[in-house]
Nanobody, 116 residues
Framework: QVQLVEAGGGSVQSGGSLRLSCAAT????????VAWYRQVPGKQREYVAS???????NYGDSAKGRFAISRDNAKNTVYLQMNNLKPEDTAVYLC??????????WGQGTQVTVSS
């Protein structure tokens, strides 16, 4: 059974930092594009960043210059380092895995709350 488990969310003040992690069981991240999205109630899910199996990375406009995605395939974990957080970053952050060949999975999410 495939499971993606996010961790690292919490409450921080504006300007603070958090590091989220997404750990997988049942699949090997080395064969997956792994992405972070975020969801605010009543709004469309927003793309944050992604890391391809090749190692290349991509960022949404809201993440550029502040967030960094990385992966440790040996630990089957992908990280999202978030710096200079703003109140508008408040959301549930979700991990998504898309297989190079097959497979599409979501985690349950971790809440990030940024206060001004």
């Amino acid at each position: 059974q495939v499971q993606l488990v996010e961790a690292g969310g919490g409450s921080v003040q504006s300007g603070g930092s958090l590091r989220l992690s997404c750990a997988a069981t049942g699949i090997y991240f080395s064969m997956y594009r792994v992405a972070w999205y975020r969801q605010v109630p009543g709004k469309q899910r927003e793309y944050v960043a992604s890391s391809r199996s090749s190692g290349s990375t991509n960022y949404g406009d809201s993440a550029k210059g502040r967030f960094a995605i990385s992966r440790d395939n040996a630990k089957n974990t992908v990280y999202l380092q978030m710096n200079n957080l703003k109140p508008e970053d408040t959301a549930v952050y979700l991990c998504n895995a898309l297989g190079d060949i097959a497979g599409y999975y979501w985690g349950q999410g971790t809440q990030v709350t940024v206060s001004s």
